[in-house]
């Protein structure tokens, strides 16, 4: 959890140095379940749902060690995916 709230607030400071308002994307975490043929390594994994209030779009990213949803998160931004 404490990777999440870190990356969270990585997301939130991508979103406010695009001049809009965090307050306008809501995030959701939920575990995945480990991998089967992870040879016995347990990896936390997590999906993270991201939606925009006032657009209605939604992504879902994988997150997790060496996963990078924040650096996919600020492609969107930049692309223009919520607008």
């Known amino acids: 959890?404490?990777?999440?709230?870190?990356?969270?607030?990585?997301a939130k400071a991508r979103i406010?140095?695009?001049?809009?308002?965090?307050?306008?994307?809501?995030?959701?975490?939920?575990y995945l379940p480990p991998d089967p043929d992870g040879g016995g390594m347990f990896?936390?994994?997590?999906?993270?749902?991201?939606?925009h209030a006032k657009s209605g779009k939604s992504k879902r990213l994988i997150g997790g060690i060496g996963m990078g949803w924040v650096e996919r998160?600020?492609?969107?931004?930049?692309?223009?995916y919520f607008d």
């Open 16 to 30: 406010a140095a695009t001049s809009q308002s965090p307050d306008q994307f809501t995030f959701a975490m939920e």
């Open 1 to 10: 959890m404490e990777l999440y709230e870190s990356e969270l607030a990585q």
């Open 73 to 80: 998160f600020e492609e969107l931004l930049g692309e223009g």
């Open 43 to 51: 990896t936390v994994q997590y999906e993270v749902r991201i939606a």
